[in-house]
């Protein structure tokens, strides 16, 4: 799987958006963008994922890149709930299928 | 549906003491695994398995073995614990649709001291 960079950690005030950075530069043709959170204590949760066109469901959007070397996260309008470590993952749909999770982006929403 | 489910949800071993962590879900999902949260670190994947039957190891195998005899459990075994193996287990799970929302679910964690 190919591996991704995220920074360690970003503050964000409360009501604004959240825009959480990826980068992904050896990602191949057939690797999926996912996203995940993790609040304290808690299992991870998904998020929102995509291949290469932006994708918006009810959490967030996810803008992708032309070259697909980097991805967005964003949340429109972060609340204090929304703090939490964010893990970008890339992966490819075969049967030997896992999922690597990294370090993560621990988002601090500020009031 | 329950989704994934854990227990127990903590556990406090001795050194060398042996131990199974329980996974099972409810969703009829093909794949499985487990991963480990040390404090301020990321998930590692421990084991996965993509149907029953078919495990394999991932990224920090060593101290812990799997089986997957049905498509609703994946126990973890721990053969001997040791300090090094405190940490919080997540299990998770998931299947693999082509074309549809492929997400995981995890559990709600197993939080283990090993004195």
């Known amino acids: 799987d190919a591996k991704t960079t995220q920074p360690p950690s970003m503050d964000c005030a409360e009501g604004r958006a959240a825009n959480l950075p990826c980068n992904h530069s050896?990602?191949?043709?057939?690797?999926?963008v996912y996203w995940y959170r993790q609040i304290h204590s808690q299992g991870p949760q998904y998020i929102i994922h995509?291949?290469?066109n932006n994708e918006t469901n009810e959490m967030a959007s996810l803008i992708i890149t032309e070259d697909r070397k980097s991805s967005t996260l964003i949340l429109p309008h972060a609340t204090l709930r929304d703090t939490a470590v964010y893990y970008c993952i890339v992966r490819v749909w075969n049967r030997d299928d896992k999922i690597i999770f990294g370090k993560g982006t621990r988002l601090h929403i500020l009031p | 549906n329950a989704g994934v489910t854990q227990t127990p949800k903590f556990q406090v071993l001795k050194t060398g003491q042996s131990m199974t962590l329980q996974c099972a879900q409810d969703?009829?999902?093909?794949?499985m695994s487990w991963y480990r949260q040390d404090p301020g670190m990321g998930l590692r994947l421990i084991h996965y398995?993509?149907?029953?039957?078919?495990?394999d190891q991932g990224e920090v195998p060593n101290g812990y073995n799997v089986s997957r005899s049905t498509t609703e459990d994946f126990p973890l075994r721990l053969l001997s614990a040791a300090p090094s193996q405190t940490s919080v287990y997540f299990c998770?799970?998931?299947?693999?649709?082509?074309?549809?929302?492929?997400?995981?679910?995890f559990g709600p964690g197993t939080r283990l001291t090993v004195l």
């Open positions: 998770a799970s998931w299947n693999v649709i082509l074309g549809r929302d492929n997400e995981q679910f």
């Open positions: 050896t990602i191949s043709g057939n690797e999926y």
């Open positions: 969703m009829n999902h093909e794949y």
């Open positions: 995509g291949l290469k």
């Open positions: 398995s993509v149907g029953a039957g078919i495990t």
